[in-house]
């Protein structure tokens, strides 16, 4: 997968660094908040996410189209929010599905061949950086063209690996809905971490320090990165979760304490 990530690599240094940046800082400050807070703001983080995943589901069921997607984001959202320990559950089998296909998948991947012919030198002058309009639109142009090719390996992937997606699946799901809280903060921790990385490459890449190629060049090493830093935020944010729970339950308790003592000394006055 981080081979056909690289083409893109190879022409995103013409972008517009607005194309590039904002969604990069974006991305990063987002990510950091999922990575490190998640866990505490589950509604909120609920309901992002199940915004965004029927901002998906719209465009692809229904053609791109904006008041269908709009709809489908709303409904998903809500659904998200009322049913938020089956959302957390589905989340992190998605996740585990999602980085399971890229381990599994990414060699067959490669095999296919490109469906759309990508010419990145749509400027007049070659080497000239793209305007904002013709960097959304080279945007598109790959992006739905590895779509494409993801579709086609569909029939390269081999049973057994199927399987094993499947199984990463039914497995995650089962402990979603048996340790909420532990796969509560693991999502958060996980999808923070994409995040940040998928910022940080977009901000390098503008840079022109060709981040993919370094991930792809030392994958164990970035692997390895990226595993310590979903264990410190899921451990983090069951720590710090956990503290700010106990907090509260301790000034709920002292208030309504506070309350009977209050309640009682009006009694007693009264009574006197």
Not at 90 to 103: D, H, T, W
Not at 112 to 140: C, F, Y
Not at 247 to 254: G, L, P
Request: glycine content about 8%.
């Amino acid at each position: 997968m981080l081979e056909v990530l690289r083409e893109f690599e190879q022409g995103a240094i013409r972008f517009s660094p607005l194309v590039l940046i904002l969604p990069g800082v974006v991305a990063v400050v987002v990510g950091l908040f999922v990575w490190l807070g998640g866990l505490g703001f589950r509604s909120i983080m609920a309901g992002l996410v199940g915004a965004i995943s029927g901002i998906a589901f719209g465009f692809l069921v229904a053609g791109r189209n904006v008041v269908w997607a709009v709809n489908s984001a709303v409904v998903c959202a809500v659904i998200a929010v009322i049913f938020q320990r089956f959302f957390f559950a589905m989340l992190i089998a998605a996740l585990a599905a999602a980085i399971g296909f890229v381990v599994l998948a990414g060699p067959y991947i490669k095999q296919v061949e490109s469906t759309t012919p990508i010419s990145w030198d749509t400027a007049s002058v070659q080497g000239e950086t793209l305007n904002i309009h013709e960097s959304i639109r080279m945007i598109k142009v790959y992006t739905t063209d590895v779509g494409e090719r993801i579709k086609q390996s569909y029939s390269l992937i081999p049973l057994h690996k199927w399987a094993i997606i499947a199984a990463l699946v039914v497995a995650f799901l089962i402990i979603g809905l048996l340790l909420r809280r532990i796969c509560s903060a693991l999502s958060c921790a996980t999808l923070g971490t994409m995040l940040i990385f998928a910022g940080m490459i977009l901000v390098l890449l503008y840079k022109g320090s060709a981040p993919i190629s370094r991930i792809s060049a030392k994958s164990s090493f970035y692997g390895l990165v990226f595993l310590a830093m979903v264990a410190f935020g899921t451990i983090e944010q069951l720590v710090l979760c956990v503290r700010a729970k106990r907090q509260v339950v301790k000034r709920r308790k002292q208030e309504v304490a506070e309350q009977v003592k209050a309640e009682q000394e009006r009694q007693s006055w009264r009574t006197t």
